[in-house]
């Protein structure tokens, strides 16, 4: 295979946490959870992407956390996956997210690059009454992983196998509990541009 045919098989998937929000007092409000990912194919014999589980719940609530709706929808063979509107109210809420990313071609893929799920920016409404000190331990409560769906970390050379090899993937929002006490905000907080890239190229050595 010549170097440019190589250079044709990629998949590059981004994830995208578009908002998520932290609830005030009232509980009025909800922020909404998504996920964009996106593969781009250039082979017919290449085909990397996302498909609901074989079984079991695609998303889990716990504590007093809601979804807008409790199970993940999109089309098979999707690139594009959108997670339902989620809402956060106290320390101990947690939503987790799980699907699949399958690679239903003859060709074995491995993940040849990644980023880590980072925040663009939050955003605090202007009434917000917290000093800096609880600000910084309010951001530090809210944990936000892209992970295996065993709670193993996603890692430069992990393989999937042609035809039909699969691995299940989560996303897991938390607003942490801690044993001292947590200084709850008193307005909505934004966390926005949330972000992770995974890319999938051909494992030559299979």
Known sequence: MSKKEKNTLLSILIV?????????????????????MLSENNSNNWDVSFNLLDSGSSITILEYASVEQDYLTFNPNSTIITLPHALLKA???????????????DINAILTGKTDIKVGNIIWNSAETLDDISRKNLINDIEIKFTYADGTDIKIG?????NNGTRELMV???Y?????????????????NITAVLIYGQDYNN
């Open 16 to 36: 995208g946490v578009v908002i998520v929000t932290i609830i005030f007092a009232t509980f009025t409000r909800k922020p909404a959870i998504s996920n964009n």
């Open 91 to 105: 320390p101990g809420d947690k939503v987790i997210y799980k699907w699949n990313v399958k690679n239903k071609g």
């Open 158 to 162: 992990d393989k999937l196998e042609k």
């Open 172 to 174: 897991t929002i938390e």
């Open 176 to 192: 942490v509990r801690r044993d001292e006490p947590q200084v709850l905000p008193s307005h909505s907080v934004h966390f926005n």
